[in-house]
């Protein structure tokens, strides 16, 4: 009985240690990545907006469910669904996309034509995540920039692939 007490109070003790340290990880994330792609901007565009077809050539992604042209909902490999909706599109040069899932946030991609093959194309997150426990989790297992970075040059391979 008395190891019994003794490991439930070591574990609330490391319970609440874990949630302290997630407290301690701030709220807000902000990334930004730039990439120089080798395809056209129109070809970028219609990868990035072309939602349902995106589980072909992003490797995180089990599917995706479109509900209509502004909404649709996106259920990664490992994670919870996102839920994204359109705040303003301008086409072949700017996208912004609010989220939706254990955190809120807005997405925005910008392309800006180099010449008639190729693209800069930068990406921006700003996540904000209430929960301090998902706070933790987001930082012990998923990192924001290299995702960012994963995305755009799968997304170049596919651009590349559909000129």
Not at 72 to 83: A, D
Not at 107 to 125: C, M, N, P, Q, R
């Amino acid at each position: 009985m008395k190891y019994a007490i003794g490991a439930a109070a070591l574990l609330v003790v490391i319970i609440t240690a874990l949630y302290v340290y997630g407290m301690q990880i701030p709220a807000k994330q902000k990334v930004s990545v730039t990439r120089t792609m080798n395809a056209p901007q129109e070809a970028i565009w219609t990868t990035i907006t072309n939602w349902d077809q995106q589980p072909k050539w992003r490797d995180d992604l089990e599917s995706v469910t479109v509900i209509n042209e502004n909404r649709f909902i996106e259920k990664p490999k490992k994670g919870n669904p996102i839920e994204f909706e359109v705040i303003s599109s301008q086409p072949f040069s700017r996208l912004e996309l609010n989220l939706k899932s254990s955190f809120t946030g807005t997405y925005i991609i910008k392309l800006e034509k180099i010449d008639s093959s190729k693209t800069k194309v930068t990406e921006e997150y700003e996540l904000y995540t209430a929960s301090p426990v998902d706070r933790l989790f987001a930082e012990l297992f998923f990192d924001l920039e290299s995702f960012a970075h994963k995305y755009l040059e799968q997304l170049e391979t596919q651009s590349k692939a559909s000129k």
